[in-house]
């Protein structure tokens, strides 16, 4: 099991960028495959971005943020980011760190075994 910890969430005007950092515990952060999902009031958690476990870090987008969202790990500080740029009002969710046991990249809620406690991301108009 590993222990996320998610930091860099706040208010931001629209247009303007965010970074998210995950932290998490644990010797076997480079095998895990970690993902950024969020979840907007009344709304099911959706996928955002993924990145794949190992040294290859292949990356996968939701269609909404692709090429305004950057995701990126660094193994050696157990940390994945989620680099936010020109975001929209409809980026306003809280944003949750994901991590599961796997060398490609995840892309389902039910495929990830350990969660964060969430951050929130406003963006006002």
């Known amino acids: 099991q590993v222990r996320l910890v998610e930091s860099g969430g706040g208010l931001v005007q629209a247009g303007g960028s965010l970074r998210l950092s995950c932290a998490a515990s644990?010797?076997?952060?480079?095998?895990?495959?970690m993902g950024w999902f969020r979840q907007a009031p009344g709304k099911e958690r959706e996928f955002v971005a993924a990145?794949?476990?190992?040294?290859?870090?292949?990356?996968v987008y939701a269609n909404s943020v692709k090429g305004r969202f950057t995701i990126s790990r660094d193994n050696a500080k157990n940390t994945v980011y989620l680099q936010m740029n020109s975001l929209k009002p409809e980026d306003t969710a809280v944003y949750y760190c994901g991590g599961g046991s796997s060398w490609s990249y995840l892309t389902k809620p039910h495929e990830y075994d350990d969660w964060g406690q969430g951050t929130q991301v406003t963006v006002s108009s």
């Open positions: 990145i794949s476990g190992g040294n290859l870090a292949r990356t």
């Open positions: 644990g010797r076997t952060f480079s095998r895990y495959a």
